[in-house]
């Protein structure tokens, strides 16, 4: 149980572009997902939470206009970056909290990540 | 301001020795803490994780502590194998923090035959 997957695994695109993750919980319900971002050799730092039929919180420093949180049903939650550039390259994981999660001590669930890579 | 740091960055040990990786958090006011896996390239796979009432968890070879005290976990490492290599995270959900994670700065092993 507690499985998060995400899709694509890995895109590429030219720089200008939007690109479109999702995040879905597959055996549980999350009414918050986090995203996070990690550059190469670095740790995740986290990008915004996205809680569902609500607007997304941001970190300081992160762009909420490039970075379009939509966690429109309980299963899902996807991140757009618009008009992607070179420096946007990263991997992006994101992490669901199951909404019973207090039985479960509040553990968050990551998915496998998204390798974006801007030409 | 909260942070979660973990030394060292790397450690090379050989097959079937016993490790202890190390993780400091600046604020005594935890929620709980995870530890994670990370494969190159690869998400993140959860270890364990240790509520703040709790002093240590165990998983098979794998025994994490807390001490909110001191700022301190630790996860120990039980007859190392080559299979054990790869970065190990810390993260700390501060108490109050909307269950956000800090991550620690990782610690890459390598167990070598």
């Known amino acids: 149980g507690a499985v998060v997957s995400q899709h694509p695994s890995r895109v590429i695109c030219k720089s200008g572009t939007s690109v479109k993750i999702e995040c879905r919980s597959l055996?549980?319900?999350?009414?918050?997902m986090f995203w996070y971002r990690q550059f190469p050799k670095q740790s995740l730092m986290l990008m915004a939470t996205?809680?569902?039929?609500?607007?997304?919180?941001?970190e300081q420093g992160v762009e909420k206009d490039k970075f379009l949180i939509n966690h429109a049903s309980l299963t899902l939650s996807t991140l757009t970056v618009t008009s992607a550039h070179p420096e946007d390259s990263s991997f992006y994981i994101c992490?669901?909290?199951?909404?019973?999660?207090?039985?479960?001590?509040?553990?968050?669930?990551f998915g496998p990540g998204t390798r974006l890579t801007v030409l | 301001k909260q942070e979660v740091t973990q030394i060292p960055a790397a450690l090379s040990v050989p097959e079937g020795e016993n490790l202890v990786l190390n993780c400091s958090f600046t604020?005594?006011?935890?929620?709980?803490l995870q530890w994670f896996r990370q494969d190159p390239g690869k998400g993140l796979t959860s270890l364990l994780l240790?509520?703040?009432?709790?002093r240590e968890q165990t998983s098979g070879r794998l025994n994490a502590s807390l001490d909110k005290s001191s700022g301190r976990s630790t996860l120990y490492i039980a007859a190392s194998q080559p299979g054990d290599s790869a970065t190990y995270l810390c993260?700390?959900?501060?108490?109050?923090?909307?269950?956000?994670?800090?991550f620690g700065t990782g610690t890459q092993l390598k167990v070598e035959l």
């Open positions: 240790i509520q703040s009432s709790q």
């Open positions: 993260a700390v959900n501060w108490t109050g923090g909307g269950n956000k994670l800090t």
């Open positions: 992490s669901a909290r199951d909404w019973g999660g207090w039985y479960r001590g509040n553990e968050q669930f």
């Open positions: 604020d005594s006011a935890i929620y709980n």
């Open positions: 996205s809680n569902e039929g609500s607007k997304a919180t941001y």
């Open positions: 055996d549980f319900q999350a009414t918050t």
